[in-house]
């Protein structure tokens, strides 16, 4: 694979499980006869009835083959055998009658345990045992692709966090931007605050400096800073990224920097944990009464009393709702309140690390698109996959988006020299 | 499965850490959260307190060990702790908790390097220390070479005062959670119920 230089925006979908090479697919074994044609009809009505293929509706009951001398021969599955045993006694009792009554002589087949998830895929089963493939239909998580509109407005949310994550000048960081993709709102956003932590209860309100690095309402110039973003993780300068949270958690303690007291530390404060405080603050704020419903006129109302408290507004990170949006934003505001971040979308400029993934689990997001693998510490396929953990209460689709060059503005310090080294783009591929 | 010691005889004085924590969920209980509680301790001295607050703060990663764990970054750095002080506070810190912390828990308790966890009730759908994920057990991927240690590992024992636990999750779950949205399924006991 080469490296990754783009001159287009692509989407794709990151499978809840790993992919596998299609002659890698895991199989099971299952017994299987040669039939007469003409019984055909009947068996498999008996057998779908006394051995059903339980979770294995891709497997096609009957194999149609041409013999040497051209004559078309059937095969029928019977049962499904376990790994080791293809002992024809261990069937359950009514199969051997079948058998028996029809003379059959049973052997082991293999057949593809899962169903194909691409044509590729469907061809290799096709080798072992007849499957059947169906190419996944349209779904509102976008699995099976984008329209138009939704992938320019997947590009433009995306360039809203990238921008977000350049706005520290040299130093990278990660940004997340929570999306309500029905209004096309932005609901939150949030960049790394290791460093630049606010406290919710003691230091709100006191006299908080932030680094000039995370001015509160940065200006992506974009001409003059040096932004570097790795389509090549291992090309780029590493110091660059050492400050991507997600990227290199447990790197904060290895950090020599004299906090002062203008800023608190707070290893945990990743981007995607700052934008559900944010996003949680918002819903806090826009509908005090926990379990009431809120009309729509109490949160006018409410509104205007708030925008009245700059403390209060500024918690709210709406520095790229343009000015004359951000009330129109907030009247949107459905009267029933959102539990959590359901329906909603969140765009990451590197794949979140454990922590932040699981937190993205709990807080219910629907859709997660991120920019960048992370290989030392992604969860959404690279180290972790929490997409594909069955056990838990919710599940995300996951995308990453391929983003071109002009959006990434990149320097012409990352060397195109090891074109080799595509950890990255293997981790996703 | 790397959890050492379940069901182990413990020490008086785990018990008396882990009585702690279960009054901390007793309160979530209290004010309608998610009965999880725990308590940070260094040195025998009890240093920060923490319950379940996703309900009031509409926040669903506020779970008790994040609550405790800022209330000591604050404390910390308040009487001005250094960056490499903060991490050398973590590393002699051990956390006793009534359920197993969730991954997200699990990860950050890895990422700030805390020395170890007593747990109470296993975890089966979100646990990050044996039930889905093991965090606490590895020293994570080789990938970088960089000089900065890469995944730390905790030392983790659970099933301390499982049932006591577990009888306050039975009771939240009975009371039902009013602010989770309409079930698909019926209500049923969750989580660890064994």
Known sequence: MTNEKTEVWKIIHIPDKRPISPKEQPTVNAFASVIEPKLANALIRLLNQIAPLEDMRHVKRIQKR??????????????????NDNQS??????????INSYQLSPFIIKVCKWAATSREEWEEQCKLWPTSYHPPTYNINGITGFGEEDSQSVFNFMKVAVDLAKSGGGLMVNAAVIVDPSVQQIIASGHDQIYSWHSRTGIENSNFKQPASFASNPKPSGANHLTVFPNNLHNGPARLYAGVSCLNPWHWCGQQLDMGSSCYLHPLQHAAIVAIESSAERDRRLFPGLLHTVKSSEVKHMQSSCAGSPAKRQKINLAYVEDGKELDADSEVTSVRPYLCTGYDIYLVWEPCTMCAMALVHQRIRRIFYAFPNPNAGALGSVHRLQGE???????????????????????????????????????? | METQGQGEVCSPEILAYMELALEQAKHAL??????????MVESGKVIASGRNRTTETRNATRHAEMEAIDV???????????????????SKCTLYVTC????MCAAALSILGIKEVYYGCANDKFGGCGSILSLHSSSNQPHDSGEVAQGKGF??????????????????????NPNAPKPHRPVTLQPADH
């Open chain 1, 66 to 83: 041409h013999d040497e001398s051209g004559k078309i021969q059937l095969s029928v599955i019977l049962c499904l055998a376990s790994e």
């Open chain 2, 100 to 103: 197993e912390p969730c991954i």
């Open chain 2, 72 to 90: 000591l970054l604050e404390q910390w750095q308040k009487t001005g702790l250094s960056v490499s002080e903060v991490a050398e506070k973590f």
């Open chain 2, 30 to 39: 209290d004010c309608l959260e998610v009965p999880v509680g725990c308590v």
């Open chain 1, 89 to 98: 006694s261990n069937m359950p009792q009514n199969v051997q009658e079948l």
């Open chain 1, 390 to 429: 069955k056990s838990l209460n919710h599940h995300y689709a996951v995308f990453r988006v391929v983003l071109p060059e002009e959006v990434l503005n990149v320097a012409e310090v990352v060397a195109r020299a090891d074109d080799d080294n595509d950890q990255i783009a293997t981790a996703v591929s």
């Open chain 2, 155 to 176: 030392k983790c024992i659970g099933g301390v005062m499982a049932s006591e636990a577990v009888s306050l999750l039975r009771c939240f779950y009975e009371q039902g």
